[in-house]
């Protein structure tokens, strides 16, 4: 058990660890308070060692560990990495590359949707992790060894799991699968918090473009103001009373306090001024500056086409040993289910041959669902008339 906590010791044992292949990553963090997550501790391994880092540690400086992060020469692997790389990317700027996240890749290998790396640790290093520290406070110091080991056992483990996963998606010629998922999570576009799309992550019922459009400056507004004050934005606004007072587009103070969901006083701040501002934008907007795809009416037969669409997704998925939310998600299907060239990763590359063309051979009615020994089937027709069924079973 090792706990790096001086710039020295970190700069010598990332030295040592650049002189491996890759290296297994983790971080604890907290963001219960903040906007931004608040790094507290950093995990590390090679073949050799692994370690923790104090990320709280006085006067540590953590340029050394991003030396490691930016260096082509190693991987850098992580279980679910993108929280993890979202605090790298701002702390540094930086995103680690190359990359390889063994959730993806167990996506790909057919354990599921985002499969966890307790799951993973059971099934393939047959062992059963401790989770006694999982929600103990990373901010308070000193660190217990409880702590210590539970953390390094998130690196240790993942070792093997990397060599696993890497040697089935080589041996299954799936590699390339998992470095066009990659290619997603090392884009800084993924890690950019942009205050105008931040109404994009609600799920609201703000249907008419005037309701959509208040709506729009409302979550900037208030992503900007969590941004600026670092706390989280429930802690500004909570999503049920943004979305209420976006369909009711209170015009003054009186209207915007009646709201029942609105906290009681606020409407007499700043930031009710400031909501009431938003507003005002919003209702000034041109409708057709809005995104298309929210003044897309949807087919008549546009939910029966998604609902068989879901059908054949499961087949394939279960077919090829994939997790289906890895080939395609709801919003792919109502996509394709209204629009044969819709711009989707389902549409694309292997997910295309994979799904995505017979997705569009069902819609065009060339290709039909049926059962057969219990399992789903595919009918698909043919030309010829001596062959004009032929079926793949599930």
């Known amino acids: 058990m090792s706990l790096i906590t001086s710039t020295d010791e970190l700069a010598s044992v ?19 308070t903040t906007f931004w997550p608040k790094v507290c501790v950093i995990q590390l391994a ?23 992060m930016a260096d082509p020469a190693v991987t850098k692997v992580f279980h ?24 993806v890749a167990a996506m790909v290998c057919g354990f599921g949707d985002q499969v966890s790396y307790s799951e993973l640790v059971q099934s393939v290093c047959k062992v059963t992790l401790d989770k006694s520290s999982r929600f103990t406070d990373w901010a308070r110091r000193p660190l217990s060894d409880a702590q210590i080991v539970y953390a390094i056992a998130d690196v240790t ?34 890690y950019e918090q942009h205050p105008e799309n931040a109404w994009e992550r609600l799920k609201h019922r ?31 606004l909570k999503d049920d009373a943004l979305i209420d007072i976006a369909i009711a587009a209170p015009r003054d103070a009186e209207a915007l306090g009646n709201l029942r969901s609105f906290p009681r006083g606020m409407e007499r701040s700043r930031a009710g001024v400031e909501i009431l501002a938003a507003i005002e934008r919003g209702l000034a907007r041109d409708p057709k500056s809005l995104p298309r795809h929210t003044r897309e009416q ?14 054949l997704l499961r087949q394939v ?24 060239k819709a711009d989707v990763a389902a549409l694309t590359g292997w997910r295309r041959e994979l799904f995505g063309q017979k997705a569009l051979e069902l819609k065009r009615g060339r290709l039909a669902l049926t059962v057969e020994n219990g399992k789903v089937a595919t009918l698909e027709w043919r030309e010829a008339p001596s062959e004009a069924l032929s079926q793949e079973v599930a």
């Open 80 to 103: 679910a990495a993108r929280q993890d790389i979202e605090i790298i990317w701002h702390l540094a700027k930086l995103i680690p590359a190359p990359l390889f996240d063994t959730q």
């Open 46 to 68: 090679s073949d050799d060692e692994s370690v923790a880092v104090d990320a709280l540690a006085e006067d540590l400086d953590l340029t050394p560990f991003f030396d490691l």
């Open 298 to 311: 949807r087919s008549a037969g546009g939910g029966a086409t998604v609902e068989l669409l879901k059908v």
């Open 157 to 190: 483990y993942l070792r093997d799991i990397y060599r696993y996963l890497h040697t089935r998606l080589e041996r299954s010629g799936r590699l390339h699968w998992l470095m066009d998922e990659m290619s997603t999570l090392t884009s800084p576009s993924t």
């Open 206 to 236: 703000a249907r008419k473009p005037r309701d959509l459009a208040a709506l729009m400056e409302l979550a900037a507004w208030r992503e900007h103001e969590a941004q600026t004050r670092d706390v989280p934005r429930s802690r500004v």
């Open 317 to 340: 998925a279960e077919r090829h040993g994939v997790a289906a939310k890895m080939i395609a998600t709801v919003d792919d299907l109502e996509a394709i289910a209204v629009n044969d």
């Open 14 to 32: 990332c030295r040592r660890l650049a002189a491996h292949p890759f290296v297994t990553v983790d971080t604890e963090f907290l963001r219960e």
